[in-house]
């Protein structure tokens, strides 16, 4: 018989996959026969597996149509491990279907073939969904004619081999599934290698990582138990890549090579009870065997390297993930995609000689960071780092100079293979204007409190004088918390938890990091933030927060809180690092953020840039929507404000604090001191007798939302006009009466954007709807914002009230 594969196979293989097929053990499963389907909508039916582990069917990924693909099924993921149409996804009231003559097609609803499963036509009987995640077409006699093991996308199960030829691409994106810039593959001649694609293209570029076993290796297995290796013809192992030992039994398991460019084996607990505590949040972590061990060191001839051009690359957080990080004066190209690389965010210096420019610039320097020797055009050795400033700053084709060890390199855009890292060595001095507010190195003056008077929550409350004197007494009792604090960087990390890298510090440890408790960032009721150096990570900067006022909980109950928040991973949010809890000691290790918080960006020093006002406000969007809805346990902030939003060294708004709400939780559910969250940003609901939900978060949010699009805080009292004295108000009326300019000072970015303001404002008045059912999700405010959705005319926010 014919057997179409799209890869030429040697014959050979191909008798040898037939035979393996022939004699792969017959499982249990659910029979689909011939003219069964399945159409693309949503709630649409699947093809499960006997167990139920697995499904087979169509996805709806974002807003951007329908995956034919499969997942697993029984956990709140739904992680999807096989892609038909990852370049094509298709719209609802698309096609799959096991015809009668024999063909496995998917069409578009105006019958376009869209996919199709390349085989013989003749001899399929049944199509079935196994419970070792392989969908497969087979004859009468349960011979496989086709299986979406021999097709991998980006992942592999345990069972599932890749020969000679087959490969894995990555997907583009996390949430993207389209080819991405990475490839794994068995070469023909039997070397395992990692490549860069020429995106976007459909081929390899370079070589990035390779096991050398060109002439012996046969095949990649991953098996029953785990493991992971390159196998020569006789089955000996020629290369282990992971063999964590965790059981099939206890842990689902794959293997993915992801969008960043790193292949990773991960593991997911089947019952939460394996890890020995009952509120163990389950979810996929990575084994600590991935490869390469430093994506970051990819030099490619051509090509940005792991990241894109002008950008560097740098391993963070706990498990180490690259990310890929603009430098000082320059942004991402696409905030949403930084591997896409970075641009200036200032006019390069003139080359005009008769009118140098040498006074407007210096030289920013960032420790330990190169590019490669791609971008040099000069090189001087045995020099003064003040020479090679100086030879830079005279020179308008130098973009950023390389000093190390007496040595002086000049580089030119565009910058490529960048990468930050200890081993490194020399500093890069990054050449950006001097008098653009915005590119200075922030002061992080967390010192600088802004103690606002009393003010005396929302109007919306106020108007109900039933509240007045409650919220006297809370305002007396509510203590102003504020933790400014900042900066990235971790390094080593040492696994305390099992599956985590959660760090466990001494209280001696985190005593001497932080000089005693001597520099203190922000302080609240319940905490106080100190900042802190770890010597034993190269004297990475970190923020300890000492919590105070935790009611007595069980050690299993702060571990298993911390353990959720360290389970986090969204680039919107500041990584917990590790935690102490020695004794009466509760205390958390966070990221230290240098630009400090956005209450600092937005209020103090000159009106930030009204695009990067907006990313900041999409980026916090999206990190609350991750708290709300993709998290594994779902977490509810309690207190957001622009005080806790922080700034990344590219400005990316990241969350800080959440996750605590929990921790800080007093006996009685919410008693008056039990109210987390600071006043003129609380949700209504507090104060009555209603129950707390994710809606608190939105409606602070979009109090925060209109802070940031006119740059004034929530409540003023030093204003002329009484009316302007609440904004949520304020902006209120002057939308009703399309006059949005007036809140928006004189703002001369965003008025030619009105129509973004406006909507902006809309998404804000129905996220402070005093009605919290009435307020959207975060993931709706998220697709409002981006323009997805429309934004309907919102009510007047306070209309609930005189209904209670
Ligand atoms: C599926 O079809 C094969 C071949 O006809 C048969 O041996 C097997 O028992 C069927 N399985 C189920 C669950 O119907
Ligand atoms: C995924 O990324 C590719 C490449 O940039 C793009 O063409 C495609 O539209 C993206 N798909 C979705 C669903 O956003
Ligand atoms: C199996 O093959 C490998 C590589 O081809 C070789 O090094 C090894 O000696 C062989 N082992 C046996 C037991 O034949
Ligand atoms: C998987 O491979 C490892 C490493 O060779 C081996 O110890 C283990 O027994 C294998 N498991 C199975 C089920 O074959
Ligand atoms: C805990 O896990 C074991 C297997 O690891 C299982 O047999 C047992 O039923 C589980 N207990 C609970 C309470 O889930
Ligand atoms: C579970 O944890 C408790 C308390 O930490 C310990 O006493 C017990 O031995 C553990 N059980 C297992 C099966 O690890
Ligand atoms: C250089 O600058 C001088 C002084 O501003 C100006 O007159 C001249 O036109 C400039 N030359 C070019 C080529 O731009």
């Known amino acids: 018989m014919a057997l179409a594969f799209p890869n030429p196979l040697p014959s050979s293989l191909l008798l040898l996959l037939l035979m393996m097929a022939c004699s792969t053990s017959a499982q249990t499963y659910r029979n689909q026969s011939m003219g069964s389907s399945l159409t693309a909508k949503d709630g649409g039916s699947s093809w499960a597996s006997p167990s ?12 951007g149509g329908y995956l034919l693909a499969i997942w697993f099924n029984k956990i709140p993921e739904k992680t999807i491990v096989w892609a038909a149409n990852r370049n094509n996804l298709v719209p609802r009231g698309s ?3 096991l015809t ?6 998917l069409n578009d609803p105006k019958g376009k073939e869209i996919w199709g499963a390349d085989m013989a036509r003749s001899g399929v009987a049944y199509a079935a969904m196994l419970d070792s995640g392989n969908l497969v077409l087979a004859t009468q006699n349960s011979v496989y004619l086709w299986e979406s093991f021999k097709f991998p996308t980006d992942t592999i199960l345990p069972t599932n081999t890749i020969g000679q030829n087959g490969k894995l691409v990555a997907r583009y994106l996390e949430t993207n599934y389209s080819n991405g810039r990475f490839q794994l593959s068995l070469k023909s001649d039997g070397n395992l290698v990692l490549q860069t694609r020429h995106f976007p293209l459909d081929s390899a570029n370079h070589d990035y990582w390779s096991t050398e076993t060109v002439g012996s290796g046969f095949q990649v297995v991953f098996n029953q138990s785990g493991s992971i290796y390159v196998a020569a013809k006789n089955g000996s192992i020629l290369n ?7 059981s099939t039994q206890d842990f689902y398991q794959i293997a993915i090579l992801e969008y960043d460019g790193v292949f990773r084996h991960y593991l997911y607990p089947k019952r939460p009870n394996i890890s020995n505590s009952t509120s163990w949040p389950s979810a996929w972590t990575p084994t600590s065997n991935f490869i390469p061990p430093n994506v970051c060191h990819i030099m490619e001839d051509t090509g940005g390297g792991a990241c894109g051009f002008n950008s560097y690359c740098k391993l963070e957080g706990h498990d180490q993930r690259p990310r890929c990080i603009c430098p000082e004066g320059y942004a991402h190209i696409d905030p949403d995609d930084e591997r896409k690389g970075c641009k200036a965010n200032f006019i390069q210096q003139s080359c005009n000689e008769s009118m140098p420019e040498t006074d407007l610039f210096y030289l920013y320097p960032m420790q330990n960071t190169d590019w490669s020797g791609k971008s040099d055009y000069e090189y001087f050795p045995s020099q003064t780092e003040d ?4 030879a830079c700053l005279v020179d308008c084709f130098c973009a950023v100079a390389v000093f190390r060890n007496g040595g002086c390199w000049k580089k030119r855009f565009p910058l ?3 990468r930050m890292d200890s081993i490194m060595g020399g500093k890069a001095l990054i050449k950006i204007p001097k008098d653009n507010s915005i590119f200075k190195p922030s002061s992080a003056d967390s010192k600088k409190k802004d103690r606002s008077t009393l003010i005396l929550i929302g109007s919306v409350l106020l108007s109900s004088s039933v509240f007045f004197n409650l919220l006297l007494l809370l305002a007396a009792i509510l203590a102003i918390f504020r933790f400014d604090y900042f900066k990235p960087k971790v390094l080593q990390t040492y696994p305390v938890m099992p599956g985590m890298n959660l760090r466990s510090f001494t209280y001696e440890e985190l005593k001497k990091a932080t000089n005693g408790f001597k520099d203190e960032l922000g302080h609240g009721a319940f905490a106080t933030v100190y900042k802190g150096t770890l010597e034993s990570d190269h004297g990475k900067p970190v923020a300890v927060k000492k919590l105070n006022n935790i009611v007595t909980q069980g050690d299993q109950e702060f571990k298993a809180e911390v353990s959720a928040i360290g389970r986090t991973n969204h680039k919107n949010l ?22 400090g918080s956005l209450a600092n960006f937005l209020f103090e020093g000159s009106r930030p840039k009204w695009y990067q006002r907006i990313q900041i406000a999409l980026g916090t969007a999206r990190g609350l929507s991750y708290l709300h809805e993709e998290c594994s346990t779902q977490i509810i902030h309690c207190d957001i404000k622009p005080q806790n939003i922080l700034l990344d060294d590219s400005l990316t708004p990241r969350i800080s604090d959440f996750g605590l709400a929990k921790l800080l939780k007093t006996d009685q559910t919410r008693t008056m001191t039990g109210i987390r969250g600071t006043k003129g940003y609380v949700a209504p609901e507090w104060f009555r007798n209603m129950p707390v939900t994710v809606k608190v978060d939105v409606y602070s949010f979009g109090i925060l939302l209109l802070e940031i699009i006119c740059c004034r805080k929530s409540f003023e009292a030093d204003v002329q006009n009484e009316d302007q004295m609440i904004l949520a108000d304020w902006v209120y009326d002057c939308y009703k009466e399309r006059k949005l300019d007036l809140p928006l000072g004189n703002d001369e970015e965003a008025m030619p954007d009105m129509k973004r303001v406006e909507r902006y404002v809309m998404i804000a008045i129905w996220c402070i709807q005093e009605d919290p059912s009435l307020r959207p999700t975060m993931k709706k405010v998220i697709q409002m914002m981006e323009g997805a959705v429309e934004v309907p005319v919102p009510p007047d926010p306070s209309s609930f009230i005189s209904s209670i």
């Open 387 to 390: 020479w090679c400033r100086n």
């Open 95 to 97: 096609k799959v279907q």
């Open 100 to 105: 009668t003559d024999g063909q496995f097609v």
């Open 52 to 63: 139920g582990d697995f499904s087979f069917g169509f996805q709806r990924i974002g807003n």
């Open 574 to 595: 500041v990584q917990l690092l590790g935690f102490n809890n020695e004794g009466q000691h509760r205390l958390i290790v966070y990221e230290f953020m240098s630009r």
């Open 416 to 418: 490529s293979n960048g």
């Open 240 to 246: 282990m890549i992971s063999s964590y030992a965790g």
